[in-house]
């Protein structure tokens, strides 16, 4: 592993020494116990619910707020508020990886960016509660997505930082069963408070910080005991690259993710808005469809999980649960473009989160088996959390060119269900030549 100069000032102003410094890098060998843990997970869980809900729901909500009449008009609405947001989550994520690998501050490398970033976030989506144009609840998004990437960043590195190998994949399964209930709580909190737009924004935003905050007192972490090199503006470029070519694993397993991301919020974005003018439903009854849907989808991904990271560890194996997830998941999303009745869009739902569950189990775990130097963990998970970002910013521009194929005045559903189906499947062809991982 790359380290840091020796040299450098360790926290009690004496030069660390060199096992000081092989015992802070090394690898995390002791199992990290139930308390940790689940804090862990809580944490998530709650994080998820204060930022999902405007992701999933509550953008479309507000365009359809802002714009009753005009689909078209709800579809740019959603475009621009989405878009920007994420674009800034692809910037943010990686630069607050690399300040949180760099961080000397006595309270951790770590600590300090969960407790910053929750409170940043919670500022953006008060903005985008209490305002209503277009520009206003934008400019929030932006504001909450980079608050909630200056916490992600440090929280997804710990998974590196503390957890063991033989415990990742268990572990990746739970946080992201966390992150997938967390949809599922939001979707609810979004079908019972739509008429309460600012309410909705701001409450999640309380627990989040009190769990977020006590998973940083939990968090073990230490003072990075020696000082990194200063970084310059060529420091900092380098920050958003891993070279492909020289770590071909690493940027299969970027390909995979990025794709499969693509995929999903390719329909995601606009599944309140695809129940109302493919499924011809009313607004009301759009909502608690989705609310079902969602539920149906969260069971499913959340079992799917649970024994997908259970036998992954066991068997040892990663890629596997990973290409032939994102594979069934191309499916079922291609099947949407078929789909014009409920109980069809029910049975979908359920493939679909078959399918996710699987990949969310093994993936990340995947990802940190395959990092470059894992001493930088919070740069190199922010660059490969561009992946998952920059879908998000793509997906809401991209989608309006496949949703005006054909007719100006019906959006065309199924050719941006085709390419959604499409993109997955080629994910899992990426995954398929990772050389290092089972």
């Known amino acids: 592993?790359?380290?840091?100069?020796?040299?450098?000032?360790?926290?009690?102003?004496?030069?660390?020494?060199?096992?000081?410094?092989?015992?802070?890098?090394?690898?995390p060998t002791k199992e990290v116990g139930p308390f940790f843990i689940a804090s862990y997970v809580l944490a998530q869980l709650f994080f998820f619910v204060a930022l999902m809900g405007p992701a999933v729901v509550s953008i479309q909500t507000k365009a359809m707020a802002m714009f009753p009449k005009d689909s078209a008009a709800q579809a740019d609405a959603v475009s621009v508020i989405a878009g920007l947001g994420a674009l800034g989550a692809v910037f943010a994520n990686v630069i607050f990886g690399q300040i949180s690998d760099r961080t000397m501050w006595r309270w951790g490398r770590r600590r300090p960016w969960l407790v910053i970033g929750i409170l940043g976030m919670?500022?953006?989506?008060?903005?985008?509660?209490?305002?209503?144009?277009?520009?206003?609840?934008?400019?929030?998004?932006?504001?909450?997505?980079?608050?909630?990437?200056?916490?992600?960043?440090?929280?997804?590195?710990v998974l590196s930082d503390q957890v063991p190998e033989f415990q990742r994949a268990r572990i990746s399964s739970m946080i992201?069963?966390?992150?997938?209930?967390?949809?599922?709580?939001?979707?609810?909190?979004?079908?019972?408070?739509?008429?309460?737009?600012?309410?909705l924004y701001i409450a999640?935003?309380?627990?989040?910080?009190?769990?977020?905050?006590?998973?940083a007192f939990v968090l073990p972490d230490k003072q990075l005991p020696v000082t990194p090199p200063k970084l310059n503006l060529v420091g900092l470029l380098k920050t958003f690259w891993v070279n492909p070519i020289k770590y071909p694993d690493y940027g299969l397993a970027w390909a995979g993710r990025f794709l499969i991301t693509l995929a999903s919020f390719s329909f995601t974005t606009y599944r309140l808005m695809y129940l109302v003018h493919r499924v011809s439903l009313t607004e009301d009854q759009a909502?608690?469809?989705?609310a079902t849907s969602v539920l149906i989808y969260t069971v499913t991904l959340m079992t799917a999980s649970f024994i997908g990271g259970q036998l992954s560890d066991r068997l040892h194996r990663r890629k596997i649960f990973v290409i032939l997830a994102s594979i069934l998941f191309g499916i079922g999303t291609a099947m949407l473009a078929h789909t014009t009745t409920v109980s069809g869009f029910y049975m979908v739902e359920a493939v679909m989160g078959?399918?996710?569950g699987i990949y969310i189990s093994v993936d990340l775990a995947l990802v940190v088996d395959v990092l470059p130097n894992p001493d930088n963990a919070g740069k190199e998970l922010?660059?490969?959390?561009?992946?998952?970002?920059?879908?998000?910013?793509?997906?809401?521009?991209?989608?309006?060119?496949?949703?005006?194929?054909?007719?100006?005045?019906?959006m065309n559903y199924p050719a941006l269900c085709y390419f959604a189906g499409?993109?997955?499947?080629?994910?899992?062809?990426?995954?398929?030549?990772i050389k290092k991982v089972r």
């Open 1 to 27: 592993m790359t380290q840091p100069p020796v040299s450098a000032q360790s926290s009690s102003n004496q030069r660390a020494t060199q096992e000081e410094i092989d015992a802070f890098f090394a690898p």
């Open 122 to 157: 919670t500022v953006g989506l008060a903005i985008m509660g209490l305002t209503n144009t277009v520009p206003a609840v934008a400019a929030g998004w932006l504001i909450a997505q980079i608050g909630a990437n200056a916490a992600l960043a440090p929280f997804v590195a």
């Open 176 to 199: 992201s069963i966390a992150q997938n209930l967390a949809i599922l709580i939001a979707t609810y909190l979004s079908n019972g408070l739509r008429h309460n737009l600012e309410v």
């Open 204 to 215: 999640p935003a309380i627990p989040a910080i009190l769990f977020m905050v006590w998973f």
């Open 287 to 290: 909502h608690d469809v989705m």
């Open 354 to 356: 078959l399918a996710y």
């Open 382 to 410: 922010g660059v490969f959390n561009i992946a998952n970002a920059l879908p998000q910013s793509l997906a809401p521009f991209m989608a309006p060119f496949f949703l005006g194929i054909g007719s100006v005045e019906k």
């Open 422 to 433: 499409i993109c997955a499947v080629l994910g899992g062809i990426a995954t398929i030549f």
